[in-house]
């Protein structure tokens, strides 16, 4: 199973098992990377196919539980019914510094619970109502977003009007995040909708809204983190070596982020950004509107985050370029160690990967770092921008898979029989029970951080004890061998 | 402002040791960290930490818990989930069957998640995957491929669907549309597809459970009753979260010699072996006996307010008898087993006897460690029954009983018992309120223990209150669903979990050397 050929075949007995309909509509997103290909020859980001269990989510979970959960002083509410906002409630590790409760609220959950005469009378007047109890109970609160689950948007609640109110009433900001699960495909639609309020709720206020730091001039090595979620504290490193490197942050949109973080935004001078997939709107909007370049970065590993520091620093002048060689020079020995300490018991290990926004590529390297091969790829979510990003990233030979079906993925897996399987927690134990080690890619595992360098050692710490866990070798039992 | 001029380059933060990694629990509390966090803070519009500390100060008070408590429209942190994980739940314990949900897509998603997460076991469902156009012209295409798709790859023997939201404020008839693609062949004709309506703005995940419940018993037994009875008894468990129940009771039944049916059987769903083979489908219930539960003796109940309507149906059409019973702690336990006997007419095992001494004599040994202790609990309204119960036999006082869906008669049945204790008299039943009704009770009339699901340690951080974790779900704790809660030998865990937790608590309390080690006790 490792020519082309084997596994386009391998592919095409996958797509044998469905149904005509399925089969012509879920070819076109499998293939096999050819040698040159500019992309990776599959469609995406379109419908999935009913009943075949689709691991995506709604545009709900990319609004709140992506780009605007993480805000960390502002209420984010689960308009509508209790169980999107309970199910998403504290689920994905965005960490952050502040007292839940009181000046942050990042791990609570708020919801206008409907109940059946909400959805026959309508939810405004609870949506208003609920708005003056938040002021009540929790006056420090930087304001308030509104998203709006399937009834909403199918009963013609004008959420936007009530926002509009209650931002005028309090004097804070009230965003409507138009962000029902039904809209759209998958959670990428919800990145776009949240990312679209950002540019038509805040941005057109930023100055009203802003609080500088006292004394505070812009200067010209401000820049935004833009699509670090701060997962296990991913944003942390990855800040901590932009500053290393000489250039100031003045916003973290939106892992740890504030809402005054937000508006600092358009004062920077260069976005630069992580996940392009949920974050790369606002980026393109702020070119657009302000002249703020952005640029993509990847900090999974050491080898990618010396060529991205040193993108990056070629943005700027010869100090920062200076400071950043004398960062990775800095790094390089601690790196050198921690990879001769794990290549070995990780070289030549194959790895099949399927997750969301950036990682599917972004990740390849940090596995190439200790000697490890990704053989198979896949996005949740992406679209045809993430697969032609990817055609850098992967070699020939590669399958990649979007929208990965649970039968796809597991009778890929059972075929190409990976020592690793990188993905989330729906199909870690669909793999596990089948003895191939698995990590989780979204939430580290309840590990990280990931990101930068001390990121990368933890990585690779994970990915030895994923691989390398002595317990794999008790599943057989020693009477039936 | 701070300005970061220094731009230090940082040290890497393991050194020179490469068995030296420092992860989250460690890296960000190094200076360098703490420093980082400390320059970030000037830019976050953060309010001043006076003011954030008397603010943290005044929602401790009463003044804040008559405004928490008069809200209206706002729910924050609720202790309930929605209609279709229950039914999912319920599904998953019969032979063959595939969760079908209905609607949108990221509900499955959802369910799937919060399941796993839950048992750490892989958890299969599906959905119809209905976007902007199935709003618009209705889901019957979605369903039709959904159902032939889904019985193509995952060859199911069994499709138990419920519905989202949207497929409920849409108006899809369900009914009519699993006929329509029956009726083109895309599923076969005597495939059983139980269909339950579970919108989310109605009831809870507990209410999901009883809906499906009800459709899969009335699909799978119709045409079946007998002339005469199988002298059988079905068991029904309700949302109980413990697998280790579900094979408690069983071995229960055993020793008895009861035949016995388990309505929904998912012991091995949330805890299946591993051999190496992933076995999509591990519900213990067959459909041939779930078939044949209408010629029962009778039904038995142990999560009265989960399944009210199935309880009405069996009564009702199936003319069959049904039963109560909270086999939790020794009286619950003792009751159960009496009834077991009278019923059966079989005598209470010689086994569950010894058992039920050695509960006893446990509880006798440890009970001056919880007697008169204050306890706040939450959950749903059987799951709170049972510990109630369990602690007012203990000596234990329950202060705080919060249940988000909650309903009139649970709240006057357990009052009645809580009145009729001489530990209960301190108890407040706070239906329909959330966990943040909650950590205004805790701040303002404090207790020594909170009993919940993982939702409660955010209260313990708040409240410094320990928690012991019973309930749904338990996402930071590994393993406790393998355990039973139920019988004797529950009563046994449950209480070495409380124990415990006690203990470890005052070993904490007492540890700080030459301050509070005078009572760092050896012998406890």
């Known amino acids: 199973m490792t020519t082309v050929e084997d596994r386009k075949a391998l592919v095409q007995e996958v797509l044998e098992a469905y149904p005509d309909k399925a089969k012509k509509s879920r070819s076109k997103h499998l293939n096999v990377t050819e040698e040159g290909a500019s992309d990776c020859g599959v469609k995406s980001n379109k419908k999935s196919v009913p009943g075949v ?16 959960g993480p805000v960390k002083d502002m209420i984010h509410i689960s308009h509508g019914p209790v169980g999107c906002g309970y199910y998403s409630w504290s689920g994905r590790r965005n960490y952050y510094i502040g007292t839940t409760g009181v000046d942050t609220f990042g791990t609570m959950q708020f919801t206008s619970d409907f109940q059946e005469r909400d959805i026959v009378f309508g939810g405004d007047k609870k949506l208003d109502k609920l708005i003056d109890e938040l002021e009540v109970l929790f006056p420090l609160s930087k304001g308030t977003t509104i998203e709006s689950e399937c009834p909403v948007g199918l009963i013609g609640d004008d959420i936007e009007a009530v926002a509009k109110k209650k931002a005028k009433e309090y004097g804070k900001p009230v965003v409507p995040v138009r962000c029902e699960g039904f809209r759209g495909v998958s959670q990428s639609l919800g990145h776009h909708i949240a990312n679209d309020t950002v540019r038509d709720w805040v941005l057109p206020k930023a100055d009203e809204y802003r609080q500088l730091p006292e004394g505070y001039e812009p200067g010209p090595y401000d820049v935004n983190i833009i699509g670090d979620y701060n997962i296990g504290g991913d944003a942390w490193p990855s800040r901590m070596l932009l500053e290393a490197i000489g250039l100031r942050v003045i916003c973290q949109f939106s892992g740890d982020g504030t809402f005054n973080e937000v508006v600092m ?92 926004g950036l990682r599917p590529r972004h990740v390849i390297p940090a596995f190439e770092d200790l000697g490890m091969k990704v053989i198979g790829t896949g996005y949740e979510f992406g679209h045809g921008d993430d697969y032609k990003r990817t055609a850098e990233y992967v070699d020939e030979g590669t399958v990649i898979y979007d929208d990965v079906s649970g039968f796809e993925f597991e009778e890929l897996a059972k075929q190409l029989k990976p020592d690793l399987i990188a993905a989330g927690i729906k199909e870690k134990y669909v793999f596990q029970k089948m003895a191939l080690p698995f990590r989780q890619m979204h939430s580290w595992d309840y590990s990280g951080p990931y990101h930068g360098y001390e990121g990368f050692e933890v990585f690779a710490r994970d990915m030895d004890m994923a691989v390398n866990n002595p317990t794999w070798g008790l599943v057989n039992a020693p009477w039936n061998s | 402002m701070t300005q970061n001029d220094e731009n230090t380059i940082p040290t890497p933060c393991g050194a020179e040791n490469p068995q030296k990694i420092q992860d989250h629990f460690d890296l960000f509390h190094t200076d360098q960290y703490q420093a980082l966090f400390e320059y970030k803070r000037q830019f976050e519009g953060a309010h001043d930490r006076d003011v954030v500390a008397e603010t943290a100060e005044w929602t401790k008070g009463w003044d804040y818990r008559e405004k928490n408590f008069a809200r209206e429209a706002l729910t924050i942190n609720p202790a309930k989930a929605c209609q279709p994980l229950g039914s999912l739940f319920v599904a998953s314990g019969f032979e063959g069957t595939l969760p079908y949900s209905h609607g949108s897509q990221g509900c499955v998603a959802y369910f799937r998640t919060h399941l796993t997460r839950n048992y750490k076991e892989p958890f299969q469902a599906v959905s119809s995957s209905m976007t902007e156009d199935a709003a618009v012209f209705g889901g019957l295409s979605n369903l039709k491929q959904g159902l032939e798709n889904a019985y193509e790859l995952y060859k199911p023997k069994m499709i138990a669907l419920c519905t989202t939201c949207m497929a409920e404020v849409i108006g899809d008839d369900i009914g009519a549309f699993i006929q329509t693609a029956k009726n083109e062949a895309l599923i076969p004709q005597e495939l059983p597809v139980p269909a339950a309506h579970t919108p989310s703005f109605v009831g809870s995940h507990i209410t999901g459970y009883d809906n499906m419940l009800i459709s899969i018993l009335k699909t799978l037994t119709e045409g079946k009753k007998a002339a ?196 209960g008299q301190a108890a407040t039943i ?95």
Request: aromatic letters at 12%.
């Open chain 2, 228 to 423: 005469t009875t199988n002298g059988k008894f079905n068991f029904n468990l309700g949302f109980d979260p413990y697998v280790g129940n579900i094979r408690e009771l069983k071995r229960i039944l055993g020793l008895f010699g009861i035949d016995y049916t388990i309505l929904s059987d998912n012991s091995d769903t949330f805890d299946s072996p591993n051999t190496g083979e992933f076995k999509m489908y591990n519900g213990l219930t067959t459909l041939e006996e779930a078939a044949d539960s209408i010629n029962a003796e009778g039904s038995i109940f142990l999560q009265k307010y989960t399944t009210p309507k199935t309880q009405e149906y069996i009564a009702k059409e199936w003319g069959q008898k049904t039963y109560n019973f909270r086999p939790f702690g020794i009286k619950g336990t003792d009751e159960f087993l009496m009834a077991l006997s009278a019923i059966t007419g079989k005598a209470i095992p010689q086994e569950l006897q010894a058992e039920r001494g050695r509960a006893v004599d446990a509880l006798t040994d440890s009970q001056a460690w919880i007697h008169g202790k204050r306890i706040a609990l939450y959950g749903d309204p059987d799951h709170v029954f049972g510990i109630t119960q369990f602690l007012l036999e203990m000596g234990a006082e329950p202060v705080h009983i919060v249940v988000t869906n909650s309903n009139a008669d649970f709240e006057a049945e357990l009052r009645e018992v809580l009145t009729n204790s001489p530990y």
């Open chain 2, 430 to 524: 706070w239906g329909k309120k959330d966990l943040w009704h909650l950590r205004s009770l805790m701040f303002t009339e404090p207790v020594d223990l909170l009993i919940g699901n993982s939702y409660g340690k955010y209260l313990w951080r708040d409240t410094h209150t320990p928690l012991v974790r019973i309930g749904y779900p338990i996402f930071d704790r590994h393993h406790m669903h393998r355990y039973p809660t139920l019988g004797y030998q529950g009563a046994i865990n449950q209480f070495n979990w409380i124990i415990n937790t006690i203990l470890d608590e005052l070993d904490r309390k007492t540890i700080v050397p030459a301050k509070t080690d005078i009572s760092f006790d050896l012998i406890r």
């Open chain 1, 265 to 356: 935004t358009p004062l920077a001078k260069l976005n630069l950004i992580h996940c392009y997939r949920s974050m790369n709107y606002i980026c393109r909007f702020m070119e657009e509107k302000y002249g703020i370049g952005w640029l993509e970065y990847n900090f999974f590993g050491p080898t990618q985050i010396a060529k991205s520091l040193r993108k990056i620093a070629a943005q700027f002048d010869e100090t920062i370029q200076a400071k950043a060689e004398a960062v990775i020079a800095s790094f390089q020995p601690r790196m050198d160690a921690i990879v001769e300490k794990y290549r070995s018991r990780l070289e030549g290990k194959q790895v099949m990967m399927m997750v969301g």
């Open chain 1, 53 to 68: 269990m689709t691991t995506r989510g709604c545009a709900y979970a990319g609004a709140k539980g992506v780009v605007w």
